[in-house]
Nanobody, 116 residues
Framework: EVQLVESGGGLVQAGGSLRLSCATS????????ITWFRQASGKEREGISC????????YYIDSVKGRFTISSDNAKNTVYLQMNSLEPEDAAVYYC?????????WGQGTQVTVSG
């Protein structure tokens, strides 16, 4: 069974940092791309960063570029999202996902709350 499990969310003050983890199982990690999405209250879910595991290529939307860093640990089948200089606008539920057999597979999400 393909699974993605996020962790690492929490409450942080504006300007602080968090590192999210996305632990995966059930598929050949090296052959896929993993995307981080977020959904703020009352807003649509948006893709914010993606990594192609096989070659490490990355993508970021403009609003997180320079503050967030996506990375992968192939030995642990895990993708990370290091989030620095967090802003109240970054508060959301963060999800990781991958496309498997033509459909998106999602984790359950992890809440990030930014105060101040």
């Amino acid at each position: 069974e393909v699974q993605l499990v996020e962790s690492g969310g929490g409450l942080v003050q504006a300007g602080g940092s968090l590192r999210l983890s996305c632990a995966t199982s059930g598929f050949t990690f090296d052959n896929y791309a993993i995307t981080w999405f977020r959904q703020a209250s009352g807003k649509e879910r948006e893709g914010i960063s993606c990594i192609t595991v096989s070659d490490g290529s990355t993508y970021y939307i403009d609003s997180v570029k320079g503050r967030f860093t996506i990375s992968s640990d192939n030995a642990k089948n895990t993708v990370y999202l290091q989030m620095n200089s967090l802003e109240p606008e970054d508060a959301a539920v963060y999800y990781c996902a991958t496309v498997y057999n033509g459909g998106w597979i999602w984790g359950q999400g992890t809440q990030v709350t930014v105060s101040g």
